[in-house]
């Protein structure tokens, strides 16, 4: 289960990274690269933890994520900053 300021979400086995969960939810989040390049998904992780698929080469500091190349582990609550919802 996926926890943000506007709701809890079902994650998706389908789903390749937390930020495609997040897409898919109707959340819309600064992005650049998909890969931990860059770091411009910067996200804060308020509880649970995540697996990276690789490595990120952004800084991940304590207490944030790069969900576009990470999967939750079980729930896991995000605070998401200048979030927008797209009606589904």
Same mark, same amino acid.
């Given at each position: 289960m996926l926890t943000t300021s506007? *709701?809890?979400?079902?994650?998706?086995?389908?789903?390749? =990274?937390?930020?495609?969960?997040?897409?898919? #939810?109707?959340?819309?989040?600064?992005?650049?690269?998909?890969? *931990?390049?860059?770091?411009a998904c910067r996200t804060?992780? =308020?509880?649970?933890?995540?697996?990276?698929? #690789?490595?990120?080469?952004?800084?991940?500091t304590p207490g944030s994520i790069l969900p576009c190349c990470c999967k939750a582990d079980g729930d896991i609550t995000l605070t998401i900053i200048a979030t927008t919802t797209v009606a589904a």
């Open positions: 506007t *709701g809890n979400y079902l994650v998706s086995p389908q789903d390749n =990274s937390l930020l495609e969960t997040l897409e898919r #939810t109707g959340h819309q989040i600064e992005y650049q690269c998909r890969q *931990g390049y860059c770091g804060t992780i =308020s509880a649970g933890s995540v697996t990276y698929n #690789t490595d990120p080469l952004a800084v991940v």
